[in-house]
């Protein structure tokens, strides 16, 4: 690049990453205040929520990012032509191409950063979200326990528990059992802590003693220095973790196994999602050439281009609209899957057909006189 496309293409550049990291702070807080309910209700740590919310961050980047782009190269774009410095390159020598080449290198950076976040990190998030989050819906711990209350569980459990200390340590705990058929067993203990004995959850007493009042009014009672109490029937040993179509590697979006349709979506589903990811990068082309067209593809003008920037905003509104509306539709007709393709190039060739054209605002056109002299 010559030294004055090296300075566009910061001007332009600068503007797109704040827009873009503009946007994924608003993301990153929507999420959070969605992930309050792992803090609030589910007894996790501010770090879990802290991780959800990242995770989650990659599938949204698909959005952002060309909403990021159009932004910050119509704020980059208006500043360089009010403030006429894209008329002085034009004066100096350079071509059309060359004013926006950096401006195109910008959108194929964006689009190759897409097709990154789309295909590999995208499914590795969310796959890691969606075993974090079977991990507290299924943690026994967090169900079970609440400092000060008692906390009813499954099949007849429920839990008490005075205090509970940083290292997960429980202190004066009690335990209440009931069969179901008259029988009531109770366990108190000075101290508690959850752990895995070869992979199945354990609640370990110390110092504590049971209780046992059987259905034929037998009262038994013992003390014990250590007593291992087994968790596992009161976990739900039939629920596993369902993976939906944007969790899944794209080698399982296009050739998925039959357990893998029947658990996760139509083999419709999948490959529109795999489509869309792979077409997700264009519209990155897309807003940068609209928004291009907005700024450069009329006269220049002292009073602004809000009108412009208006049309432009919503043709790249409607486009991307009808790129969501599409990807719904390919997954009951899969022959559809190519308009993921050719909405976006078809918006975008459209968009530099303006951008390129010969004539300037209150030029006649050659073609036309021609075509009226000849019906003259």
Same mark, same amino acid.
């Given at each position: 690049?010559?030294?004055?496309?090296?300075?566009?293409?910061?001007?332009?550049?600068?503007?797109?990453?704040?827009?873009? !990291?503009? *946007?994924?702070?608003? #993301?990153?807080?929507? %999420?959070?205040? +969605?992930? /309050?309910? &792992?803090? @609030?209700?589910?007894?996790?740590?501010?770090?879990?929520?802290?991780?959800?919310?990242?995770?989650?961050?990659?599938?949204?980047?698909?959005?952002?990012?060309?909403?990021?782009?159009?932004?910050?190269?119509?704020?980059?774009?208006?500043?360089?032509?009010?403030?006429?410095?894209?008329?002085?390159?034009?004066?100096?020598?350079?071509?059309?191409?060359?004013?926006?080449?950096?401006?195109?290198?910008?959108?194929?950076?964006?689009?190759?950063?897409?097709?990154?976040?789309?295909?590999?990190?995208?499914?590795?998030?969310?796959?890691?979200?969606?075993?974090?989050?079977?991990?507290?819906?299924?943690?026994?711990? !967090?169900? *079970?326990?609440?400092? #000060?209350?008692?906390? %009813?569980?499954? +099949?007849? /459990?429920? &839990?008490? @528990?005075?205090?509970?200390?940083?290292?997960?340590?429980?202190?004066?705990?009690?335990?209440?059992?009931?069969?179901?058929?008259?029988?009531?067993?109770?366990?108190?203990?000075?101290?508690?802590?959850?752990?895995?004995?070869?992979?199945?959850?354990?609640?370990?007493?110390?110092?504590?003693?049971?209780?046992?009042?059987?259905?034929?009014?037998?009262?038994?009672?013992?003390?014990?220095?250590?007593?291992?109490?087994?968790?596992?029937?009161?976990?739900?040993?039939?629920?596993?973790?369902?993976?939906?179509?944007?969790?899944?590697?794209?080698?399982?979006?296009?050739?998925?196994?039959?357990?893998?349709?029947? !658990?996760?979506?139509?083999?419709?589903?999948?490959?529109?999602?795999?489509?869309?990811? /792979?077409?997700?990068?264009?519209?990155?082309?897309?807003?940068?050439?609209?928004?291009?067209?907005?700024?450069?593809?009329?006269?220049?003008?002292?009073?602004?281009?809000?009108?412009?920037?208006?049309?432009?905003?919503?043709?790249?509104?409607?486009?991307?609209?009808?790129?969501?509306?599409?990807?719904?539709?390919?997954?009951?007709?899969?022959?559809?899957?190519?308009?993921?393709?050719?909405?976006?190039?078809?918006?975008?060739?459209?968009?530099?057909?303006?951008?390129?054209?010969?004539?300037?605002?209150?030029?006649?056109?050659?073609?036309?006189?021609?075509?009226?002299?000849?019906?003259?």
């Amino acid at each position: 690049m010559t030294l004055i496309q090296r300075y566009l293409f910061r001007q332009i550049g600068v503007p797109v990453v704040a827009a873009c !990291a503009a *946007l994924a702070g608003i #993301g990153l807080l929507s %999420q959070s205040l +969605d992930q /309050l309910e &792992v803090i @609030v209700e589910r007894g996790q740590s501010v770090w879990v929520m802290v991780k959800l919310t990242l995770l989650a961050l990659p599938q949204l980047f698909s959005v952002i990012l060309p909403i990021g782009l159009f932004v910050g190269a119509l704020i980059a774009l208006t500043r360089l032509q009010r403030e006429q410095e894209l008329t002085a390159a034009f004066a100096s020598g350079m071509t059309r191409w060359k004013v926006i080449s950096p401006a195109a290198r910008i959108a194929a950076i964006a689009a190759v950063v897409t097709l990154v976040m789309t295909v590999l990190i995208q499914p590795w998030s969310q796959r890691t979200a969606r075993e974090q989050a079977y991990a507290i819906r299924t943690d026994l711990a !967090a169900l *079970l326990v609440e400092e #000060g209350r008692f906390v %009813q569980g499954p +099949d007849g /459990l429920t &839990v008490y @528990v005075q205090q509970i200390e940083q290292n997960g340590l429980l202190k004066n705990l009690f335990v209440y059992l009931d069969d179901g058929k008259g029988g009531v067993r109770t366990w108190d203990a000075a101290e508690a802590r959850f752990e895995q004995v070869q992979g199945q959850p354990f609640l370990t007493l110390t110092n504590g003693s049971m209780q046992e009042y059987s259905s034929n009014g037998v009262l038994n009672q013992f003390s014990f220095a250590r007593f291992p109490f087994d968790l596992t029937p009161f976990t739900d040993s039939r629920e596993t973790i369902r993976y939906k179509p944007s969790d899944l590697w794209m080698g399982q979006l296009f050739d998925p196994t039959p357990d893998l349709v029947a !658990a996760s979506g139509s083999r419709g589903e999948l490959l529109a999602e795999a489509h869309s990811r /792979l077409s997700s990068p264009l519209y990155a082309l897309t807003a940068m050439a609209l928004a291009l067209s907005a700024i450069m593809g009329g006269a220049f003008s002292r009073t602004g281009y809000g009108w412009r920037m208006a049309k432009a905003a919503g043709i790249f509104l409607v486009v991307r609209v009808f790129g969501y509306g599409i990807v719904a539709a390919s997954a009951w007709n899969s022959w559809l899957n190519v308009f993921q393709y050719l909405l976006p190039l078809v918006a975008a060739a459209l968009a530099l057909r303006m951008l390129f054209r010969a004539l300037k605002p209150g030029r006649r056109s050659p073609a036309l006189d021609r075509l009226k002299a000849r019906f003259a």
